[in-house]
């Protein structure tokens, strides 16, 4: 049976119009175009229903850093299913697969973390970490500390605390959001914000934002400050190197909590285990998913450092009310060992910190030179183009969204799935890409702009 008989594309399609309501989706839009359907993936590469092989440069939703198909996972899941494929950790109880994930976190982790609290998703974590700061400041007496400060255009999930704790305005629009006690300031975005600021001026100028605010709001009202090492869904934002540090140094003089949100940036993306150690910092507490399990099944957590956690485990919380039902799922837990095991046997983050990372960053850069491209960016295996209409000055098509559309939809076309977020077009491939697929990648992104520019041009945008 070949494969457009096992999956009929016009068919699922409607049922798919039918009947499934997409996140992040104009239904109405989509159900015109058709939605397109994935069927199965092996290491970099994706095949949907019409038979067309993509190179998978998104690592599905940033997720999937092992690469696709990799049989050890189902393996692990296949019997950790057959052993045990549920039971809660409420209620006295645990089970090996909860303790061995919690074991191997504390092991790979930086130093000043030894427990993690398990939940299914990005979105869950952040709605944990605002009620664990907000739990630690009360236990200490100090319960006015309530407010988190985050920042705009940051990405912290779709719950209605992770929505909130994001900087994203169309989602602040939907629902009545953000809820009290968040605030949000500035983003280290250089190439749009950064005016004549140096980029090493303008990190110290966003840095010092956090500064003023924890000023204006009272220190004794702030309980902690969030962010990703480097904003991902925000348009892959790199801070200036001045940033961070500034960052660090406010922390420390200040009585609040550093949550660094590792969702993206956790499991080797940037060339380092953590976001946190490629810039530097000593967060308190670090949100994670997605690479955890590299997106195999669905499972997250807060790892929680020892200020915190000593509270915890002193009892000075008591009950902390709060969990889920698939808090450390035994097959989820599972898979997420046997997704870790891959990436520290096998080297994977020391190999994008020496190999692929370097190597597909000098190609990547070079891409800079296209007469679209206003700046081209990447650190380890994480990357963006800004997409411009005239160069050498930072300046945005007139119509933003329109352009990166085009480029993205260029790109599918080309076999290769490139996000776009406004104009900026954005990579983060599995971190088992070779430097064939490196190449082909380049390639693919450099016919996609020729492509874009060739449209630009016909029809007078450019
Ligand atoms: N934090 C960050 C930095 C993210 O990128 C994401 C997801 N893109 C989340 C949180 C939310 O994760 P999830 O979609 O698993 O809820």
Not at 142 to 156: Q, S
Not at 296 to 309: D, Q, S
Not at 382 to 398: Q, Y
Not at 451 to 457: C, E, G, I, N
Request: proline fraction near 6%; charged fraction near 20%.
């Amino acid at each position: 049976m070949t494969v457009s008989n096992l999956y009929p594309t016009g068919p699922l399609r409607a049922l798919d119009a039918a009947h499934h309501l997409h996140p992040f989706s104009d239904m109405k839009a989509l159900n015109a175009e058709g939605s397109r359907i994935i069927v199965r993936a092996k290491g970099c590469f994706l095949e949907d229903s019409d038979g067309n092989r993509i190179l998978d440069g998104m690592a599905g939703l940033w997720c999937v850093n092992i690469g696709h198909g990799r049989p050890e996972i189902a393996e692990a899941v296949q019997a950790q299913m057959a052993e045990l494929a549920y039971y809660n950790t409420f209620f006295k109880t645990t089970h090996p697969p909860a303790i061995r994930l919690a074991e191997l976190l504390a092991e790979l982790s930086p130093p000043q973390f030894k427990h993690v609290f398990f939940t299914g998703s990005g979105s869950e974590s952040n709605d944990t970490v605002l009620r664990l700061v907000r739990t630690y400041w009360a236990k200490l007496g100090k319960p006015d500390k309530k407010v988190i400060i985050a920042r705009r255009n940051a990405y912290h999930g779709s719950t209605v605390a992770g929505a909130s704790l994001g900087g994203m305005g169309p989602m602040h629009a939907q629902g009545g959001l953000p809820i009290p006690g968040i605030h949000h300031i500035a983003q280290p975005y250089w190439f749009d914000e950064g005016g004549e600021l140096s980029p090493e001026e303008f990190g110290l100028v966003a840095a010092r934002e956090l500064e003023v605010a924890i000023e204006q709001l009272g220190e004794g009202n702030v309980a902690a400050f969030i962010a990703e090492p480097i904003q991902g869904a925000g348009g892959v934002i790199i801070p200036p190197s001045t940033y961070w540090p500034e960052v660090a140094r406010i922390c420390k003089e200040r009585e609040i909590l550093l949550v660094a949100d590792e969702v993206i940036c956790g499991f080797g993306r940037t060339g380092r285990w953590f976001g946190s150690e490629f810039v530097g910092i000593e967060p308190d507490l670090m949100p994670v998913a997605k690479g955890l399990s590299s997106g195999y099944l669905p499972i997250g957590g807060v790892l929680v450092g020892e200020k915190v956690a000593s509270l915890m485990v002193a009892g000075e919380f008591g009950d902390f009310n709060h969990g889920y039902t698939y808090s450390g799922h035994p097959v989820a837990c599972a898979a997420a060992i046997a997704n870790l095991r891959i990436i520290r046997d096998e080297g994977l983050v020391e190999r994008v910190a020496n190999d692929i990372g370097p190597y597909l960053q000098k190609k990547w850069l070079a891409l800079g030179d296209h007469p679209l491209v206003g700046e081209a960016r990447m650190v380890g295996l994480i990357g963006a183009l800004e997409l411009v209409p005239a160069k050498p000055e930072r300046r945005r098509f007139p119509d933003p969204g329109k352009v990166g559309t085009i480029c993205r939809d260029f790109s599918f076309a080309n076999g290769l799935v490139m996000r776009a977020v406004k104009d900026t077009m954005i990579i983060s491939p599995p971190l088992v890409l070779n430097h064939e697929e490196a190449d082909e990648l380049v390639r693919l992104t450099e016919k996609t702009l020729d492509d874009t520019y060739a449209a630009l041009k016909a029809d007078g945008r450019m």
